[in-house]
């Protein structure tokens, strides 16, 4: 199984803070890594894939970037809306596999 | 717009079976693969399996061995079964779909709790 590493697991931000999120994978998993925010109580969704791909209905103010086994997603200027835990998967073989997360708090 | 509805027993008793049905609208089964991610409360995503709408099946190795997933087109279904339940099954158990061609799960259910105590 690949094991995903997501660090912090958790950070306490401003509003109009820049805030980076990292994923490290135990293998090269070749930009097959998507990044889901979870809001309590809601399912997962979807925020960017193939490490850099903007979903649809994302803010542009979230970016990624990475290859290998290095990842980042980053928060160019949080929101009120974007309190909320971030999870890393690699979709690169299965079983399918998630960070432990990342819970953005409010500071 | 595809959406998808988890539905089954909230509560199982330890040593029983877990049996959760999706039910899929607004789109067609075929061609996708279809999922099962459960968290406990408080905790991390973890994936259970997938099935294609074939049948063809990837399980979580950590979840194998009590893991059975099936799918019925003609009734826009698809399940899961758990055997041997303990109170470490007991989390929100999510249904979703990948992608076409970008095997992401792109949708996903509510969740629904299922609670495994005697």
């Known amino acids: 199984d690949i094991q995903m590493t997501q660090s912090p697991s958790s950070l306490s931000a401003s509003v109009g803070d820049r805030v980076t999120i990292t994923c490290r994978a135990s293998?090269?998993?070749?930009?097959?890594l998507t990044w889901y925010q979870q809001k309590p109580g809601k399912a997962p969704k979807v925020l960017l894939y193939?490490?850099?791909r903007l979903e649809s209905e994302a803010p542009s103010r979230f970016s990624g970037s990475g290859s290998g086994t290095d990842y980042t997603l980053t928060i160019s200027s949080l929101q009120p809306e974007d309190f909320a835990t971030y999870y890393c998967?690699?979709?690169?073989?299965?079983?399918?596999?998630f960070g432990q997360g990342t819970k953005v708090e409010i500071k | 717009q595809v959406q998808l509805q988890e539905s089954g027993p909230g509560l199982v008793k330890p040593s029983e079976t877990l049996s959760l049905t999706c039910t899929v609208s607004?789109?067609?089964?075929?061609?996708?693969?279809w999922s099962w991610v459960r968290q406990p409360a408080g905790k991390g995503l973890e994936w259970i399996g997938r099935i294609y709408s074939s049948g063809s099946t990837n399980y979580n190795p950590s979840l194998k061995s009590r893991v059975t997933m099936s799918v019925d087109t003609s009734k826009n279904q698809f399940s899961l079964k758990v055997d041997s339940v303990t109170a470490a099954d007991t989390a929100v158990y999510y249904c979703?779909?990948?992608?076409?061609?970008?095997?992401?799960?792109?949708?996903w259910g509510q969740g629904t709790l299922v609670t495994v105590s005697s």
């Open positions: 998967q690699q979709y690169y073989s299965t079983p399918r596999t």
């Open positions: 607004g789109g067609s089964m075929s061609n996708y693969y």
């Open positions: 193939a490490t850099s």
């Open positions: 979703a779909r990948e992608g076409g061609t970008v095997t992401v799960l792109f949708y």
């Open positions: 293998q090269d998993i070749s930009n097959s």
